[in-house]
């Protein structure tokens, strides 16, 4: 794959979680009473691939910053 095709994919798949979630509430509007339970399982998918994805950056980086205190402990 080419590197601008690479970065158009991820920029897409950065988008989708909260296209999905911006989706959802469009629905949620404009259904009635009975049918906006359709629209939910979308929000809830968006909204816990946005939280899943900021949970694992937040593990990986303290990962790093105490792989990075270790070294400087140890180098100096």
């Known amino acids: 794959m ?4 690479k970065l158009l994919s991820n920029i897409w798949l950065s988008l ?3 296209l999905l979630i ?9 259904r009635h009473e009975t049918n906006r339970l359709q629209s939910l399982p979308a929000f ?6 946005i939280v899943s994805s ?5 593990l990986r980086r303290s990962k790093i910053l105490l792989a990075l ?8």
């Open 2 to 5: 080419s590197r601008s095709f």
């Open 16 to 18: 989708a979680a909260p």
């Open 54 to 58: 900021a949970a694992s950056r937040k």
């Open 22 to 30: 911006l989706i959802s509430i469009f629905g949620l509007t404009q």
């Open 44 to 49: 809830l998918v968006g909204t816990g691939l």
């Open 69 to 76: 205190r270790d070294v400087d402990g140890k180098g100096l």
